[in-house]
């Protein structure tokens, strides 16, 4: 019988200046669940739409009012969650890069993602607040 001799650990990546490079995993896991959620509410809200139901109505800000649409199995209701899931995949999948390079010792790269959340932030007040 042979012994089984252990692999050695996989050294991390870096790039030609010797700077780990963060693993992207995260990102893409975001990214890919935000895409099949706001295609989902999409898809359901064109065959709630197509089946007659009714269309509903109100304002996108009034969280209340799309949840008690979409539990009513009204087309503008998914159409908004749907809406939001496009708005929150971007942010959310920023959130998971600036995690990474953190985890991966790159603290300038999480340091810009996290002032790119800062700028989505103030615009968001900005919008919200200019209604």
């Not at 252990?6 to 990102?27: E, Q």
């Not at 975001?30 to 959620?37: D, E, F, I, R, S």
């Not at 999409?42 to 009034?62: C, I, M, N, Q, Y």
């Amino acid at each position: 019988m042979s012994a089984v001799t252990p692999t050695p650990p996989i050294p991390p990546r870096v790039d030609p200046a010797g700077r780990p490079i963060a693993a992207s995993r995260g990102t893409r896991a975001v990214l890919a669940v935000g895409t099949a959620v706001s295609v989902t509410c999409f898809v359901l809200a064109l065959v709630l739409e197509f089946l007659g139901r009714p269309t509903g109505g109100g304002s996108a800000t009034d969280l209340g009012a799309v949840l008690r649409s979409a539990s009513a199995l009204e087309a503008w209701g998914w159409a908004t969650l749907g809406t939001y899931a496009v708005i929150m995949s971007p942010v959310a999948a920023i959130m998971a890069t600036a995690l990474e390079y953190l985890r991966a010792g790159d603290r300038r790269t999480a340091w810009t993602a996290a002032g790119v959340l800062v700028v989505l932030a103030v615009s968001l007040g900005v919008s919200l607040l200019s209604r």
